[in-house]
């Protein structure tokens, strides 16, 4: 059975079984249905097409022929990047997103935003191919009706610079496998988590692409390039160490990527090592386990739609820590020479160390708890070992209490203290060694 369509700019003449149903979306276009297939296309020039109900795909303006489906997208609390394989039966924004009811905004690869609470809405019409970024109060699930893109059929189109890309397979698979066709033309892909595929510097953190989620791309020149055929899932699996120490759940839709290549560090640490990415006021705002070669670390900067957000402001510095499990020790490292960016914060920069080199630790004293009652605990560091004294002088100045150490070769040191025989009040503590000394101050309440 042959099913012949004329199609015009804002007309179609069709003849078919009945019960076939065609309808106008917006001014963008026109969808059909039947029973076994669906098809739609943009508005253009008048063309006679002739359809076979074996499956053949029109070209020539038509986008897409597929089964009717349903797709649910689990949308997580907070910012994360989505997109469909499916030609909605209504593909308006507003209808699509505006039915959910934990949304706060959602965002194109263009900037453009749809904010239902203050009616603003700049993107119009959902498209296959592209993906959004969306933030939500609350876990939300979304669902989309209409028609399934064939992926091998459908061409997703990269323009030069930042874009973001839909994935139109509804089965998981390699990213390494899906962008092969494009990969001289990546510089680097993120998904909404912020992990990576850098093929530049061999990383790969992101794996699998996942039927709805959109990724972040960035590419040198712009590109084309088809999914392969639906088929059963190829997900690769591969686990991650995740960090103890360095631990953060920052995702406030704005990151930057710093990537440090295995050769950068002065001395390559061992696998299960944490990097740490700090601010210039200590908070934590960025991690990731070393597990050999080049390390790639997602910085999250400030949410721009939050008065007071966590993360790096643009233009804030960051400074590199390493932490080893097995000494429970931090390490500072400055940067001797950039390959490329620098240590101030841009929303999507992308920076990578070209030279490490650890920085003297600092010495230090604490006194915790404090104020205290009973006991407290001295915690100090040295640079060099040696012959260490701890005293601790009452208010007047008179030496309450005197210990010693001939010889440590352990630079980081816990002394307990008992505080029982002492008289409330604030006291002086030194630690001394050879020429270095350290002070801190106590307060004993009863």
Not at 294 to 299: D, E, K, L
């Amino acid at each position: 059975m042959l099913k012949r369509f004329y199609i015009a700019a804002i007309f179609l003449i069709y003849f078919a079984e009945p019960g076939y149903s065609q309808s106008l979306i917006g001014s963008c276009g026109l969808s059909g249905e039947n029973s076994g297939f669906g098809l739609s296309w943009s508005v253009g020039e008048p063309a006679t097409y002739t359809l076979s109900d074996t499956g053949s795909i029109l070209t020539q303006g038509f986008h897409q022929l597929g089964q009717h489906d349903i797709q649910n997208i689990l949308l997580p609390q907070g910012w994360s990047i989505f997109s469909t394989y499916i030609y909605p039966s209504l593909p308006t924004v507003s209808y699509i997103l505006g039915s959910l009811n934990h949304i706060v905004l959602a965002k194109d690869g263009e900037g453009n935003i749809f904010w239902n609470a203050y009616g603003i809405d700049n993107i119009g019409i959902l498209t296959i191919g592209k993906g959004y970024y969306i933030k939500m109060l609350q876990q939300e699930n979304l669902v989309i009706n209409g028609i399934a893109a064939i992926p091998q059929y459908v061409a997703v189109n990269i323009p030069s610079g930042w874009s973001i890309a839909g994935y139109l397979r509804n089965s998981s698979a390699p990213i390494s496998q899906m962008l092969s066709s494009i990969v001289s033309y990546v510089v680097i892909v993120k998904n909404g988590s912020g992990n990576v595929f850098w093929p530049g510097y061999g990383v790969n953190n992101i794996v699998n692409m996942i039927p709805g989620e959109g990724y972040l791309l960035k590419a040198t020149s712009p590109v084309s390039f088809y999914y392969p055929v639906n088929s059963s899932s190829m997900m690769k699996s591969l686990e991650f160490n995740s960090c103890i120490h360095f631990l953060t759940r920052l995702n406030t839709g704005n990151n930057m990527t710093l990537c440090i290549p295995e050769y950068a560090w002065p001395v390559k640490p061992e696998n299960g090592y944490e990097i740490g990415i700090t601010g210039d006021n200590g908070q934590l705002v960025g991690s990731a386990v070393y597990n050999g070669g080049n390390t790639a670390i997602t910085i999250w900067g400030v949410d721009h739609y939050l008065a007071e957000s966590p993360g790096l402001p643009d233009g804030k510095s960051f400074s590199i820590k390493k932490w080893s499990k097995a000494t429970g020790e931090e390490e500072l490292f400055d940067v001797e020479l950039w390959r490329e960016g620098s240590n101030k914060f841009e929303t999507n920069g992308l920076c990578v160390v070209e030279k490490l080199k650890a920085r003297v630790a600092e010495e230090y004293l604490t006194v915790s708890p404090n104020p205290s009652k009973d006991k407290t605990s001295l915690e100090y560091k040295l640079n060099k070992p040696g012959r260490v004294q701890i005293e601790v002088y009452d208010s007047g100045g008179k030496s309450v209490y005197s210990f010693t150490d001939e010889n440590t070769s352990v630079l980081k040191q816990k002394h307990e203290l008992d505080l029982s025989g002492f008289a409330p009040g604030k006291y002086l503590i030194r630690v001394l060694s050879d020429d270095r000394k350290l002070s801190g101050n106590l307060t004993i309440v009863r």
